[in-house]
């Protein structure tokens, strides 16, 4: 088997992948079947493409095991995480940034790398020992002659659920008015922080019509082997929300808590809706939470009900595909390799973590240890006090086989704390001792493998 490393797939895990090998010296050849076969959901041509949210979510690596990711990425040199720095736009405590400068960048990056080749063919089968190693990052847009492949190989039914895209709008076509810029709570570094969303408010009737109108809206319809397809539960369209009761969506994307109406400071909105900034010239805003399945004109017709959106101009509706996923524990080992096929390894989406942070860490994790691996190294695992090595400890071999479903990164999936003390810590120093730990663990991790 040559040295050569077969990447497959450009999106998060993919990239990050071929930069995290190519900068270790070993040749990689990058699969990308776009432009000459397109999805329904890419928008460019570009690598690591955001088509779901602008945003890597908190940025917070003390108390926030989203945030703690991004911090272990950063320390071993991980692309996506540093170019998203470059270009991240205002969002309180979030990480969110202007996704085309970050897709430019990261495509251009890569083309660039001398041990790096790009191919635009479609792969269709599983590739042979004797071509190399592989990493298989295709995500949720996994072609379908690439899945054929995959469920002959293990003989098992892949999993699946729908991913939902959140509308953007153009910032010049709403009514400040009736609007106002406040985070939550004021939370933020800078004053641009502090105003990273803007905030539409409703009283109790505004929210009631909302929710009636979400309720008999028109919605997609899927296709036959699609129907019994699940949401994911952490990326839920707005109208399943609604249909579990009520008040869902006020405990959830529209809670009003931590903000101040300025046009009226003296009345609690009863419910909000937020948007947060698209591109760096501000001229885009997502509305954030609001993945939907509706009809176009439906969306149209409900969102205007929004105060501040009458008079809304969309650069993109919502929208809705389907995610696909292994299931990871029956079918990879420790090292995320397929277990039939130990040169291949699975990272992304597909291996059943969910969201761009946690993509972009498997794919990072996924080449070191192919790295390891041709290097004739002894296995290396992250430790698992760490979020990288607890969320391979989750897809690999702590999760139930017969109810997996995608993750994010979270506390509960760490090793409980040491000490009797730990239980009667607050929430807030809980997570930052989980952090504290994480992070001397993961140093130690990086110089072993190093």
Not at 180 to 188: E, L, T
Request: include cysteine.
């Amino acid at each position: 088997m040559t040295n050569t490393l077969h990447i497959i797939g450009a999106g998060m895990a993919g990239t990050e992948a071929a930069w995290q090998a190519a900068n270790h010296g070993i040749r990689v050849i990058l699969y990308e079947m776009r432009p000459k076969i397109k999805t329904f959901a890419h928008k460019t041509d570009n690598f690591a493409e955001m088509v779901c949210s602008n945003s890597f979510r908190s940025n917070d690596s003390n108390t926030n095991a989203v945030g703690l990711l991004h911090w272990e990425m950063r320390e071993a040199n991980g692309l996506i995480i540093k170019t998203a720095e470059k270009h991240k736009l205002p969002a309180g405590g979030a990480l969110a940034v202007d996704r085309l400068k970050l897709s430019n960048e990261i495509t251009q990056k890569l083309k660039d790398h001398p041990n790096i080749k790009i191919s635009n063919e479609e792969v269709n089968d599983l590739p042979s020992p004797e071509s190399g190693y592989v990493i298989i990052a295709t995500g949720p847009l996994t072609s379908a002659n690439l899945a054929n492949s995959i469920l002959k190989e293990t003989g098992k039914e892949s999993l699946a659920f729908f991913d939902a895209i959140a509308p953007i709008i153009h910032s010049d076509s709403i009514d400040l008015s009736k609007t106002w810029y406040q985070s939550r709570y004021d939370k933020g570094d800078t004053p641009e922080e502090r105003k990273a969303y803007l905030n539409c408010p409703m009283n109790k009737t505004e929210y009631q019509n909302f929710i009636k109108m979400l309720l008999e809206a028109e919605y997609t319809k899927f296709a036959e082997n699609e129907i019994d397809t699940p949401y994911f539960e952490g990326c839920l369209p707005i109208e399943i929300m609604a249909q579990r009761g009520i008040d869902t969506l006020r405990f959830g994307p529209m809670k009003p808590v931590g903000l101040t109406n300025p046009h009226n400071p003296n009345e609690k909105p009863y419910a909000v809706v937020q948007l947060r900034q698209d591109n760096e010239l501000g001229t885009l805003l997502n509305i954030v939470g609001f993945q939907t399945k509706m009809k176009y004109g439906s969306q149209l017709e409900v969102l205007k009900t929004v105060p501040g959106l009458e008079n809304a101009i969309f650069a993109r509706l919502g929208g809705i595909h389907r995610n696909t996923f292994i299931n990871s524990p029956t079918l990879l080992d420790q090292e995320m390799r397929l277990k039939t096929k130990k040169h291949i390894r699975f990272a992304g989406q597909i291996t059943g973590v969910e969201g761009y942070v946690e993509s972009a860490a498997m794919g990072l994790l996924a080449a070191r240890l192919t790295i390891n691996e041709i290097n004739g190294n002894e296995s290396n695992l992250p430790p698992t006090e760490t979020a990288t090595g607890s969320l391979l400890n989750h897809i690999t071999k702590a999760a139930h086989a017969d109810t997996f479903q995608p993750m994010n990164v979270n506390f509960g999936l760490f090793p409980a704390l040491e000490g009797a003390k730990n239980g009667r810590r607050n929430r807030k120093e809980r997570y930052k001792a989980y952090t504290e730990r994480a992070k001397g663990a993961w140093i130690k991790w990086l110089n072993s493998i190093h």
